[in-house]
């Protein structure tokens, strides 16, 4: 069951990725339009900065695009390669949904992560709308802290003046 959840999270993942490239390609493409029209149309030199200002804009986009097609590329090449499951006593590494208690001064909460070499910070649904996973990164404090580490080990985050401890209850 983890391995067919693993593959929903995967496809859910390249879809949020086609929707950054649809907008960045959208944006890419009025605002390049947007700076020719006003280069062709400039009467002043106003209008030849704005027509800089968006052909900066639509470059930024083509950037955002890029870089997205490049992550998309490879989720699929590590979901190609093979998703691997892990033992509930395995160390945590790349593929592996990771349950997680979250401790501090106000209480604890559970959440799962999915940790994968792209997409940090997305939060994907479950099946069936089954709750939700984010997915982290090796690069992420979160990520660096999971990795190696196995069920019932604990690690502490701090973000701004708050502590947080996060303990592995399930690896999968």
Not at 78 to 107: H, M, N, Q, W
Request: some cysteine; hydrophobic content about 35%; aromatic content about 6%.
């Amino acid at each position: 069951m983890s391995l067919q959840r693993k593959h929903h999270f995967i496809e859910e993942l390249k879809r949020h990725y086609g929707e950054i490239i649809a907008g960045a390609r959208g944006a890419e493409v009025g605002t390049a339009q947007a700076a020719s029209t006003l280069q062709g149309e400039a009467r002043s030199r106003e209008d030849t900065k704005g027509a800089v200002e968006f052909g900066r804009m639509s470059n930024a986009h083509k950037k955002r695009r890029e870089r997205a097609v490049r992550e998309v590329d490879q989720i699929v090449s590590f979901a190609t390669a093979g998703l691997p499951s892990y033992r509930p006593t395995a160390k945590v590494g790349l593929g592996a949904l990771v349950d997680v208690s979250i401790e501090d001064d106000d209480g604890s909460e559970e959440r799962t992560v999915f940790l994968l070499p792209v997409g940090a910070g997305t939060e994907l649904t479950g099946p069936g709308a089954d709750g939700f996973i984010l997915v982290v990164t090796p690069k992420s404090p979160v990520g660096r802290g999971l990795m190696g580490a196995c069920t019932g080990d604990s690690f502490e985050i701090s973000t701004g003046d708050i502590d947080r401890e996060w303990t592995i209850i399930d690896v999968c």
